[in-house]
């Protein structure tokens, strides 16, 4: 069975233990891999060489950091077809979703900071009457932790790696333990495109072993980190007292306000997808969905026509929309809410069952899920499913509608549907969320600072927000006479 195995300092190695864990094709419910169980001496070990890159790789050019950056991104746009392969595979997602989307946004994480990193000016300040002359340099940490989750799983990965190396740090990452794949295949591409050894580790492994040694890691300057949003806490409480710099990206339970003034048919698709793309595992999905009551009988109906014709199956099918859930643990969690959404008085206006794909019956799908629920305040309003489950409910006024959105204690993304300007102005500014999206969604410009509010997390990633994360910035006073 092919093993997932440790890169380190540009070579592929086994894990200290010789420990190995089992990978899952969720599309089977099979066994077809085993990953390395690493644990602190594997990290140290990651550290060492990550450490001994830095000196060179902080002082290699913009220019040239930029051109093997631009060679890795070329690299996997080669390998599109494998690399979605492997990602559909690994994760349960649907083929044609890690063609279109997973593998090109990795190639474009590349691309995009080997382009930013040559515009990252600083800031340069005359003190006049004072004769003096400030100027900041923003200068690499040195060896950065990256963490990621399985529901994007290159995409995120290389979201965190990008920026981190465009700034001259060396990086010790561990992808998650569900999803190894994609960032063990991403080893050979970046030797191949000539990244110096150590600039990039990747420890696979679990959160409380390999995970928790880079966090605790008393030189590793800073955790990038995506996640759940218990996970962010406790890296929050280990990483704090030893003054690591943190981005924590973390969970969401994301508004999706409709207003009976939009535009209806584009809202329709657009909801459709918002909700159940890749099973709902995307941190954006709009799982709470208010409807203005003028038109929320018709809403429901023509939404629970559109989800009905949606086709859950074989991840390799062309026709498949919704693939398997990731694990079987993650199904069993997301089946669980929707009981508690029945013992709380919710209608499931369609799905909540497993389906059976031929060929597939241990895999773990379940069908796209809509429960209309009576109360803003009710468990599966207010807690991360993470799946293809959604909730609907009327709304009467903006003001409620504002007022049940932002009553949660997430704050990650949120869309807006309206052409009523005023509306849309009012209610960007008022809406507690990281992002907002008007008549639109998952619309991204790499360039636009990304995050969320409240317990989705604190810091900003993209643009010019990730490379500031990413560097020191060290004013410099010089007096002249
Ligand atoms: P998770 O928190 O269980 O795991 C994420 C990563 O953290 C994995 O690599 C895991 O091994 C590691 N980890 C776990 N315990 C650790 C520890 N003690 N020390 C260090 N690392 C540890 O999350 P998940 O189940 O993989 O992903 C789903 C969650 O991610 C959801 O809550 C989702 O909303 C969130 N998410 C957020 C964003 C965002 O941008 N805000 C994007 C995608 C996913």
């Known amino acids: 069975m092919q093993k997932i195995l440790n890169y380190i300092n540009g070579t592929y190695c086994d894990p200290h233990s010789d420990e190995w864990l089992d990978n899952y094709d969720p599309s089977k419910g099979e066994v077809y891999s085993r990953i390395a169980n690493s644990n602190s001496e594997d990290v140290e070990k990651a550290y060492e060489a990550a450490k001994a890159a830095f000196p060179s790789w902080s002082n290699t050019t913009i220019e040239e950091r930029s051109r093997i950056m631009l060679r890795i991104a070329s690299l996997i746009e080669d390998n599109l077809d494998g690399l979605a392969e492997a990602e559909a595979k690994d994760n349960g997602k649907p083929l044609s979703l890690a063609k279109a989307m997973d593998i090109p946004r990795a190639s474009s994480n590349f691309r995009f900071f080997a382009h930013a990193i040559t515009q990252f000016n600083s800031e340069a300040y005359e003190s006049v009457g004072l004769n003096s002359m400030n ?108 003054f690591k710099k943190l981005s924590l990206e973390l969970g969401g339970k994301n508004p999706n306000l409709i207003f009976a003034d939009c535009d209806y048919d584009k809202m329709l698709e657009v909801t459709v997808r918002s909700s159940f793309a890749n099973q709902g595992q995307i941190c954006l999905c709009g799982s709470r969905i208010f409807v203005e009551r003028s038109i929320y009988e018709q809403f429901k109906t023509d939404f629970v026509a559109k989800v009905s014709a949606l086709k859950v199956g074989d991840p390799f099918d062309e026709e498949t929309n919704l693939g398997a859930l990731v694990s079987k643990a993650h199904l069993e969690k997301v089946e669980s809410y929707i009981k508690i959404a029945e013992d709380e008085g919710g209608k499931i206006l369609f799905g909540g069952n497993r389906v059976k794909v031929d060929g597939h019956e241990n895999g773990y799908y379940l069908q796209p899920t809509v429960i209309e629920v009576f109360d803003d305040q009710c468990r599966v309003n207010q807690e991360e499913i993470f799946g293809p489950v959604v909730t609907v409910m009327p709304f009467e006024t903006e003001e409620q509608a504002l007022q049940m959105a932002n009553n949660v204690k997430y704050g990650l993304s949120s869309t807006l549907w309206t052409n009523d300007l005023n509306r849309t102005m009012r209610l960007s500014k008022e809406l507690e969320a990281g992002i907002v999206w008007v008549n639109t969604w998952l619309n991204r410009d790499l360039r636009t600072p990304f995050g969320g509010m409240k317990d989705s997390g604190v810091g900003r990633e993209g643009g010019f927000e990730a490379l500031r994360f990413f560097t020191e910035a060290k004013n410099v006073c010089i007096e002249y006479e």
């Open 135 to 242: 100027y900041t340099l923003r200068q690499p940490l040195g060896v950065v932790g990256c963490i990621s989750p399985w529901n994007l799983p290159l995409y995120l990965l290389s979201w965190k790696i990008a920026p981190a190396i465009a700034a001259g740090n060396t990086v010790v990452a561990k992808p998650s333990e569900v999803t190894p794949m994609t960032a063990f295949l991403l080893g050979e591409i970046c030797s191949e495109a000539g990244l110096p050894k150590g600039v990039l580790n990747i420890v696979h492994g679990t959160g409380p072993s390999a995970g928790q040694a880079i966090i605790a890691h008393p030189h590793i300057k800073a955790i990038s980190f995506t996640g759940g949003t218990k996970t962010g806490e406790h890296i929050a409480r280990t990483a704090a007292p030893m």
